[in-house]
């Protein structure tokens, strides 16, 4: 497609005629100025009023693009949306409607790398807290601590009012605080969260286990117990209500609370690592295999869980299971020399 773009060689030519005509013919110089002038400020009109036109264009153009990408990403046609909004944002590459819907599909189709790239783009068109804050979030959710932290702080340099992503700002900062093994900006973070929203459910698990770090037992209780009154289906206050108990040598309550996060969720691996571990303390075989088998059916691959659940069927007398387990394991990872081990080891136990 030839874009016009308002340079029209015709009226060049004449205006260079309507010129040569001014400067040959017999005028005074102060007409002749006069003429001059009078030529070059409609050359400039015609030129602004093309580029208007043209500018019109593409905006309709643009408006026409991003409605029907709109209508492909309902219909979940994310990849046929990118392209029409490609050529939108080749019409304008800061158009921010297009930048956000193309994050949208991009993030659909997981290809989480362009999606990163746009989300810096709309960051440092926007300038916003929302945009700092929408990319440290992303960075965090993708593992990215160090990044998110940056973007979190800059995210706070422009707040000036309880935004509703604050709250998620504040949360994840603490937890990055906490991985960090920063207690105190742990807690700084988790508090002002915690001020935003008393009634959050994840917020005061974090706080339970950040005193369950600091050993404040009594505290980390409190916590866990207000988390479930709030969301009895918070599987993770189940874990670390069955930790504390487990701390405090109450096994019997702390296997209660372990039984009941796996009900709400057994694909907690938490949950289903604590199962297995206590349940071979416990030599509780059926019980370890039934919980692995369940969660390793729930996902691709976890070589940790496997190679546990093949340890627990040769310890209750499963060779042929634990063979098979095996052979699923070096489907996924042939090259591991610890896996080849063990099947030298099975092999000399028919």
Known sequence: MTLDLGHNYENEIRTSDYIDQIFNSPQHDSQKDHNLRVIIERREIEKQKAKSNLNKNHINDIAALVINAQLLVRHEEYSLATHLLRQALYLNSFHKESLKLLFKCFQNLGQLHQAMRVLFLID????????????????????????????????????????????????????????????????????????????SSPMLVNLGTLAFQKDEMDVALTRFRRALEINPKNDKAWVGLSIVHAKMSDQVLAQANLDAALDVNPMNRTAVQLAANWGLNQKRYEHVIEVLCRYLSGINYDEEMSLLLTHTFCLNGQLNYAKIELERMLLWNPKNPQLHQIEKELKGNP
């Open 124 to 199: 440092r068109i926007e300038e916003t807290f929302e945009s700092a804050a929408t990319l440290g979030n992303f960075q965090y959710d993708h593992d990215q601590y160090a990044e998110a932290k940056e973007s979190f702080y800059r995210a706070l340099n422009k707040v000036n009012d309880n935004h509703e992503l604050l709250f998620e700002v504040y949360k994840n900062l603490g937890n990055i605080f906490f991985k960090e093994g920063d207690v105190e900006g742990t807690e700084e973070f988790y508090h002002k969260a915690y001020s935003m929203n008393p009634d």
